[in-house]
Structures are given as C-alpha cells and as structure tokens.
C-alpha cells in the first residue's frame, strides 16, 4: 500500500458532487504533478486531502501511513505528516512569521522546542529559500504581496518538514525569479524524502519541478496518467486534446 | 516629597467649586444614556443611595496592599506610586532620585503645598457641570492623586495611581491631575482595580491629564473590576498644548456596567494626538464609551485606533466622534474602530461621527465588525493547531498591534495575561459560536 492512497473519492458541496470517484497513490519521495483545467476539482481534492469540512465524502477513502483519515480532524493530519501549500492562505494578523512557525512546531511535538534549535531550524531554511531576514518579524500573510504569501507557505513546508506535501497552484502569481527559489526550495526537501503532490494548471513550474508520475483532473475524474511525457503532450495539444479523447472514449 | 513651592494653601475656591458641585448633585436625577432607541445605559438596577465613600487605614509597605493590587504592580518601580482603596489614599511611594521639581503626591496634599500650580489645572478640563457624576466627584473626591514633570525634565519611570474597591458597598470618587510642562516627558499609568467582589460599588473618576507646550506624554488607564457588580461613571480627558505630543491607551478588561467619556483634545498648533484603546467585554458585562478627538485648533493631528471583542451575553458600544471647531484649519485626523463578535448573545455597537466646521481639513473615519473567520481557523489548524488554540491565536492576535506599541513590558503582560485569562473563561461559548460560521 502507498504511503497516501486516495481510493475512489467522491466529494460533493452542499450544491454538487466535484469529485466522482478519485483515485491517487502518492509515497514518499516521489514527485506527483496533478494537472488540470480551472474547475476540474483540483483545489477541493487538495482541501478534501486536509480535512476541510465545507466538503462531503460521500465514498471512498483517505489513507494515510495504513490509517484511515478520511474522517480526521486537520490538526491530526498535520501532525501525522501531511501539508497543505495553500492557493490563498489566510493572514493571521498579530501574529508574527517566526511566532506562527514556533507554535506550529510546538503543535508536532509533546516539549516545546528549545530557542536555539528553532532558530538555527529557521536560519538554514531562511537560507534555503532567500527569505529576507525582516520577513519573519512581519504579521503572517498581512499586507503580503501574492509572492511573499507563497513563499510563507513553502518556508512553512520546510519547517513543518511533512512527509508528503500538496502544493496548490503554488506557481500562480509567482514572477520567473521567486518561481525558482520555491521550486529550489521543494526540490531540496523532495532529497529529504518528502512526497509531493503538485497541483497546477500551467507547466511552467515543471520545469524546474521534475515530477515522477503526472495525472490529469477533468471534470472530477483523473482522465489521464503518465509519466513527464504527458506534460510535453499537454503542452503541445492543451487541454482541448484531453476533452476530444475522452469524448471519444465515451462515443 | 518636594518643599512648598508656594505659600498657598488649599484655596478657598476649591471649597467653593466643591459647595456649587454638591448642589448639582443633589439636584441633578440619575441619568440614563439612550442613544436612537436601541441603545440605553440604564442605572435602573444601582442601589445609588445603598453606596458612600469608605474610609480605610494606610499601609506601610506594598505587602500590605489588596491581593489585587500587589498582583497588578509586581515589584515595578515607579516615580510616584499612589493607591486609593476607597475615600483613602493608603500608600505611596516617591523615587528618591527623581529630578528637581517633580511632584508626586496625593491630590489633597497637592493643593495644600502647591495652591498655585493645582489651582492653575484642578478643573480646567473636567468641571462639575457635566452631571450628576462629574458633580458628585467634584464635590465629594478625597486622596487623590497629583502628578507633575517641571519644564525641560524628563522622567523615565512611570508615576501610577491605582483605585481600588474591594468590599461592596463603596463609592470611590477618585480624581488624578496630571501635568507635563513646557518640553517635559513623562509617562502616566492608573489603574482601576477590584477582586470579583459579592454585591454592588461604584467607582466616579475624574482624570485631567495635562501637555504643556512641546512636552511629551505617554498615558495608561487600565480598569479591571472584576466580575463583581462594579459600576463605572467616570470621565478623563487629555489636553495638548503647542507642538506638544500625547498618546494615550485606554484598556477596558472588565466593570459591570461602564459609562465612561474620553476625550483628547488638540488644544494649539501643532498639537498631535494618538488615542489606541482596546476592550474585552464578557458575562452580562455593559461597557458604554464616548470618546472624542476634538480639535481647537488648527495645524493639529489625531489618529484613534480601538479594537475590541465581546463574548458571552455582554454589551459593548463605542461611540468615537472627530469634532473640529471653527477656524481649525489643516487639521488631519483619522478614527477607525474594529470589533470582534466572539459569541451570538454578544451585542456591540461601533458609532464613528464626524463634526467638522472648518474647510481644508481632512477626517475620516472607518470600522469593521467582525468574527473569528474559519477560513483562518482552518488554515491555522492544517499547520497543526488545534481548533480551540487558534480561535485563541487570532484573538490574541487581533489585540497584539495595539498592546506592543504599550512599549511597557509590565503592562504588556498584564494585558496579555488578563485577555488569555477572559478567553479561557468563554472558550466553549467562541469555539461553538465559531463552529456556526
């Protein structure tokens, strides 16, 4: 059994069901891109995966290390090693990068850790990501510009140091520049062993992200898996290519 | 204490004030506030006539002090300390290294040793016809508290004066005068204290707080009176004269029911203002406040910040108007006020106003209402953090802007404490009005 095993997810809002039916492997060290159209149901796999309760299971499972999470509580989740790369994170107003991540941490362990170890814990992922120093003393995500709040969110990752990860649309709103040291950044905690399930719609950030098993998500089903080459295909053919194939396996 | 620095004694106008104030009272009907038919602050329920001034016996060192005093001063030193239990002042203490000229004593011994200089302040700001409560302090206060920075002196350490009402059945009239001369800076605190006492007591202040030209001044009010029936009617008000600078935090933590007006007024050009208060309501708790930012002149500045939450079944209004006279010319001021509903039986209400009759001026005013969002909860507990820590996290949070610019790490920690101390209380009725958004 995988790591993570999502087994025929069905997901639905008090509206609609999103997903009918998603099945997904992910283990540790590997690198998953999950590909798809705006609307395919993307984001509410990834919020579905951290317990976020304005989404219905109605079938399937979430399993995690053997355990069932399907009905878990998201602090639960964290603490066993999960992470979510929010598309929009909140702001926390108040509360200082550096205190967030201290009680953050403190939340994944009985003793609180001690200053030094947290400090040096914070320094060398500082380092690693090219958070400017000032960065941690600012209020989290308050009056952050959309490439402040991602990279917040992967020095969050590097912290939390989660087993498998899911990014979404970490890559959108990023410039050229802040999309390297993230992906810099991922790509150092994926040595680590840390799994990761990289949920975009562009490619871009697959360039410097090489996933190992790409899926693509249309219209709450996964309707296509390969390897890198699909991202070629992808690129080349667009998503309109995706619906004509499948069109035509239904026809 | 400093010699004389007068002849002068206790002037006979002050025993005439106090005579025309008395009449007042004793003609003037308990109030009720009613504010567009939905809002009242009603005295219905306070056995005015069942409460009086108390004498109590001094104390000659701090251990001696009400549990809850000692708790809220620690072991701090202070330029001038000054606690009133009841009608007395039962201890003081005085630096014995502060500069020439400073003076630090009750308000009594003030206008016996320095008739002048109390004479030139006493009521100049807060006089006895505003009420029957404004009335009853002018007529009827004791002790009291008299601090004073002389011109081009600083002052470091704070001067403190603590009110405190711990046993039912007492009306404190306390009344503190503050005063920064020309090109001075001092730092003022009072506190106003009670244990949860069983019953009723009133507490009816009066606090002048004076900047002379270029002078400096940080002030403090910090009420907390527990969870006994602890009425407060007071009125407190900050003046700043020429190119002279106040910032002044009022910090609200507890009273049954609290009628209070603040005020910070830019009396001359150049005057600037920072007015940061915050509140917590809890229980069936009424906390009734007016403030006003009112510009006499122009070339002045304001900014007021409050930011307050309520829980339980309490009641929390905030009136805060920007009032600019004639003639104020190039005054710029800005007044926002944010609150927290932290439960569905909280009721608050946020006025900002505005009346300005100057041109060329610029005010404004803006507020929010808001709940613990569970946008953020969730997002705080997919780093690990449980539901209820969270809530506390972000309501902590929502106060922390205001409380790290206190820049006094003993209030700091009152504040804080006191605040995680009142949501610990509520934290079922947060976390299940929380779960319902």
Redesign the interface.
Known sequence: MADLEIINLHVRTEEREILHGVSLQVNKGETHALMGPNGSGKSTLANVL???DTYEVTEGQIIFNGEDITEE???K???AGL??A?QY???????SVAN?LR??IN??RDEPINVKEFRDRLKENMDLLKVPREFTSR?LNDGFSGGEKKRAEIL?MAM?DPQIAVLDETDSGLDIDALRVVSEGVNALRERGMGSLIITHYQRILDYIKPDFVHILLEGRIVEEGGPELVAKLEEHGYDWIREEVASRAG | MPASDDATTAPATIAADRAAALEIFEKTELPTWRRGGFWTTTLRDLKFDELGPREYPAVSSRDELPQVVRDALGDEQFAGLIVQRGASVIYSEVADDLPAGVIACTLEQAMADHGELTTKYYAKRIGHGEGKFTAANAALWSGGAFFYVPANTEVEKPFQVVNVIDEPGVAQYGRTLAIVDTSGKGIFREYNLAPDIEGQALHSGATEIFVEPNGWAKVKTFQDWGSGEVYDISTKRVAIARDAHARWFPIHLGGHLTKQTLDIVTADRGADMRHNGLYFTQGDELLDLFTTDLHESGDTTGDTVWKGAATGKSKASYEGLIEIREGCQNSHTYLQTHTLMLSKDAKVDAIPSLIVKTDDVSASHGGTVGEVDEHQVFYMRTRGISRQDAIRILVEGFFEPVIEQFEDEALETLVRERIQGKLAEASDDIASYAATK
């Open positions: 951290m317990g976020n509580d998201p602090e989740r964290s603490q992470f979510l929010f994170p909140a702001v926390v107003p108040g509360v967030f009680l953050a939340a994944h209020y969050q939390l």
